[in-house]
Structures are given as C-alpha cells and as structure tokens.
C-alpha cells in the first residue's frame, strides 16, 4: 500500500489534480467503440459519467462543511492526514447508490461535466484557509470524514475509478 499523507489543502488539490489529468488523458480520444467497453459492469463512459455526478455532489457537501461558523473557540484547524486505511477498502466492490449510477450519457458530455464540476470545487479552495475542520460528514462506506478528507477522497475516488478503467482496457 502506497502511503499519501496529506499536508496541505494545496497537497490535496495537487493530488486530485493529477489524477485528473491522468483520467482525462486516458479517455479524451477514445473512440465509440472503447468509450461503450466493459468488464461485465458500467463502460467506460458510465464510469466518466458516474464521476460527473458524483463530485457536484460531494462539492455540495464541501461547501456546507465550509460554511462559516460563529463558534470560534471550538474550530478545529487542517491537520495532517491520510486516507491510505480506506484506499485499500476501496479497490473491493463498493456499490454506489442509485443517485450516483449512470443514465446513459456520452463520455464527451460526461468528461464536460466533470471539468464544470472541477471549476465549481475549485472556487471553494480558498475558504479552505480558514474551515472549520470539526465539521464532518458521514460518507457510507468510510464513516465520518472532514472536509478536507472530502476533498481527498474525491482524488481516490477517481484513483479508483481510474484503475477499473484501464483493467477494461486491457492495461492492467
């Protein structure tokens, strides 16, 4: 297991940034074909598509956790941390909810929207300064996490997604 300490909302951002950058290199010129294949589960565009309703959701959730609070006294600043106890829980089948399965969209307009939603989350990055790091939120399979662990998860989260990606395209 690949040990990733978070120390910096910007090491956060950085890290999803580049699996990013890996997930759209891989499936930006993929023809109909290839976009459509599967192991057996979602395609490769459903895949891209799921991502895409997933991170406005959970930008959604970020920001509600980012909202200001009025109880200085008990803010909990960023600390250091690391999602490496979930990461291995999240290479296993996880079923996702049904308002987080794909409909059916074109991986063109699945990839659209996941760079609208990258701009909209990117916007928040500078209330991360100054968040209330108590806040959390329960996400189903890993139990309560903050909203920079949030942020972090959507990068594993891709990571994931990512990887099954390219064991559908014969890569791994």
Known sequence: MNVMTYDSIDNVFAANDAVRRLLVARVEELDEVHANA?????????????????????????EGMLAPTEAESERKPFAPFSLDQYAEQARGKIEAPEFLRPTGLPLAEGLMRLKESRARL???????????????????????????????FLGLHEQRHLRQIERILGER
Not at 39 to 61: K, M
Not at 133 to 151: C, D, E, I, T
């Open 122 to 152: 990117e916007t928040l990055r500078p209330r991360f300064e100054s968040a209330d790091y108590s806040r959390v939120l329960k996400h189903p399979a890993f139990g309560m996490l903050n909203a920079a662990q949030w942020l972090a």
């Open 38 to 62: 599967s192991e057996g589960g979602w395609t490769v565009a459903q895949i891209v598509e799921h991502l895409s309703i997933a991170e406005p959701r959970i930008t959604d959730a970020i």
